[in-house]
């Protein structure tokens, strides 16, 4: 799968992009994040991007021409499955989303910032708009690794059995049972019995119960 990105900032993606799993990824060569710099498609020698809204009110509006420049260039070059634009009034983001999104080819990724993107790319380009949750942050470029982390994670081949995704809270619509390691007394505080009886039907069904009683308690809304 290929992800390009385009962002004012994208220092800000290196670093969560860049170890653990999906540097991985991206080094076993199943993952291909490309970032861009908005500005190389600026509307002048100043690298402007923005401009004053119309109508009045503070903060600045990213604009047409550089967004459509860059969107055309790269969709010249590749067919994307989905042109995302992550802004907070978009829709919340989820495994179910992240799995049907890690079976693409391609994504272009469109990171937002000021008081967003001029609703004519929104209306004429985006094919998806995601937000992470109902808080506001100060650009997508967070939001945008948040994204391409769980839907990289899923690409098959990316996790092995120890990463296993099939474990995971919400990919069974469970959140996930309790784990424990070495020591099995800590300060008298005991690991569960049944998960050093070695007895593995009893364990599955042990963590099944746990995760289910978990998902109750925490997230009864994950229950129909
Ligand atoms: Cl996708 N962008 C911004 N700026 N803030 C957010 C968000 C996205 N999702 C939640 N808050």
């Given at each position: ?49 923005d ?10 509006v990213m604009m ?53 993107i ?107």
């Open positions: 799968m290929r992800i390009d990105i385009i962002s004012i900032i994208p220092e800000l993606l290196e670093s969560p992009l860049g170890h653990s799993i999906m540097k991985r990824a991206q080094s076993k060569g199943l993952l291909n994040v490309h970032v861009h710099q908005l500005r190389q498609w600026a509307v002048n020698e100043y690298g402007q991007v401009d004053y809204q119309y109508g009045g009110g503070a903060g600045m047409c021409e550089p967004l459509a420049r860059a969107i055309d260039q790269l969709s010249a070059e590749r067919s994307y499955n989905e042109i995302i634009y992550m802004t907070p009034d978009g829709q919340r983001f989820d495994q179910r989303t992240a799995n049907r999104l890690s079976l693409s080819e391609n994504l272009l990724i469109i990171c937002g910032h000021y008081k967003g001029d609703q004519r790319i929104r209306d004429h380009y985006i094919t998806l708009e995601i937000s992470i949750g109902d808080y506001v942050l100060s650009g997508g470029e967070l939001a945008a690794a948040v994204v391409t982390d769980a839907i990289g994670r899923l690409i098959p081949g990316v996790l092995n059995d120890e990463t296993s995704a099939l474990t995971d809270s919400f990919q069974d619509d469970l959140l996930a049972p309790p784990v424990y390691t070495r020591p099995a007394d800590f300060r008298g505080w005991k690991v569960p019995e049944i998960l050093l009886s070695g007895d593995l039907k009893k364990v599955e069904d042990w963590r099944y119960e746990q995760a289910l009683q978990r998902t109750k308690d925490r997230r009864p809304d994950l229950i129909d």
